[in-house]
């Protein structure tokens, strides 16, 4: 069965957090790649931003539904939501706009498992860890690639 190390790309484009997210769009732009890892100063994964956090930047914003009752207001959808959402979308920088909530994968990860994970939890750009460090990206275009038998 193939794995995670088979499949994916060794060789990642990475950014810092303080990118700016029109920078970021040139790289994604200019690679053809959906998404990448954003590392520290200390090159740890601390986030993976894609072509999805800078499409965000560009909706509309959500209102939350409220009811009055008694000179009270109350919301009926959690707060934060509203407040990750006007984040992304005034955000200047890969940090402000990248998912900081990190799903991966090791380099032992079956294929199968790795597509189920992309299916199910809607994630396109999963980075690859040996330990800590960050070998490899996995990217909806290498499954395509490995399907293709490329």
């Not at 199910?120 to 996995?138: A, D, M």
């Amino acid at each position: 069965m193939l794995t995670a190390k088979d499949i994916m790309t060794s060789k990642v484009i990475t950014v810092k957090p303080d990118l700016s997210v029109e920078k970021l769009a040139e790289i994604l732009w200019e690679n053809k790649i959906s998404g990448v890892p954003v590392l520290d100063d200390n090159d740890t994964l601390v986030a993976v931003v894609t072509e999805n956090d800078l499409i965000d930047q560009t909706k509309k914003i959500h209102i939350p539904s409220v009811i009055t009752l008694l000179d009270s207001v109350f919301f009926l959808e959690s707060g934060g939501k509203m407040e990750k959402q006007i984040k992304k979308i005034t955000g200047s920088t890969v940090g402000d706009i990248g998912t900081e909530k990190l799903i991966s994968v090791t380099e032992e990860t079956p294929l199968n498992e790795i597509a189920t994970i992309m299916a199910e939890k809607r994630v396109h750009t999963l980075p690859v860890l040996s330990g800590e460090k960050l070998v490899g990206v996995v990217g909806k275009s290498d499954i395509i690639r490995t399907v293709a038998g490329k």
